[in-house]
């Protein structure tokens, strides 16, 4: 980790992350390393126990917890049920540590969803009425594993009650997960859309009518649909 740090590029990803004071971010520590350099990393790190893992998503580095993630992901992946309910209920034990948008979305698909997809989607209901916004965006992001397997429902419903969420990585994270939705059933999306739109926040609608054609576009935003 040490040998791959940039500190130019620390310097750029802690303003880009909004890790100054009151910020989502505020103090978080980078080093300056890539996801592709990540996932290089994660491919040499096999074998290695879970218990050490856990440290390094203890880390109060980013990029160590980020790797620590992508390893837990890839483990997630090859593993049979009783090690892949050993990594869920880790995950769900440490979402302190799982603090920032980056290492939510490319770990919350893949682990919690996952996990959830043949269970109870109760822990999602659970997250999304969280005070913790990290919590409430891991329960959106988890859908994505339910829409990539054209399961809209609960990414609809957890939709709904972050409506009046009052974090814009909510709104934007809402907002991706209809986009998302609408790529595969458009009018799933713009059901919900009718019905919602107008109570949306702004940026929330905006992700969710990114695809669409200028001029129903313009109908959304304008409260003209």
């Given amino acids: 980790m040490q040998r791959l740090a940039n500190k130019e590029k620390a310097v750029t990803l802690q303003g880009f992350f909004k890790t100054g004071p009151h910020e989502y971010g505020e103090g978080d520590v980078f080093l300056g390393i890539t996801v592709p350099e990540l996932r290089k990393l994660v491919k040499e790190c096999d074998g290695i126990p879970i218990t050490e893992t856990v ?6 580095i980013h990029e160590e917890r980020l ?21 869920y209920n880790l995950y769900r034990k440490n ?27 109760k822990p999602l209901y659970e997250f999304a009425k969280s005070r913790d916004l990290w919590k409430r965006r891991i329960a959106i992001m988890a859908t994505f594993c339910f829409i990539k397997q054209n399961e809209f429902n609960e990414a609809l419903i957890i939709s709904k009650m972050l409506l009046a ?12 997960m209809l986009r998302e939705i609408g790529k595969r059933s458009l009018p799933v999306e713009e059901k919900f859309l009718k019905q919602n739109y107008k109570k949306m926040p702004r940026t929330m609608l905006r992700y969710a009518i990114e695809r669409f054609p200028e001029a129903k576009r313009r109908r959304y935003l304008n409260g003209a649909v």
């Fill in 165 to 176: 969420d009052d974090h814009d990585l909510v709104h934007k994270a809402v907002g991706w």
């Fill in 95 to 121: 979402t302190r540590y799982i603090n920032n948008w980056d290492l939510v979305d490319l770990s919350a698909p893949s682990i919690v969803g996952s996990y959830l997809l043949d269970k109870s989607r």
């Fill in 67 to 87: 790797l620590a993630l992508l390893m837990l992901v890839r483990v997630f992946s090859e593993g049979d049920a009783t090690a892949r309910q050993k990594i």
């Fill in 55 to 60: 440290t390094f998503l203890k880390s109060e």
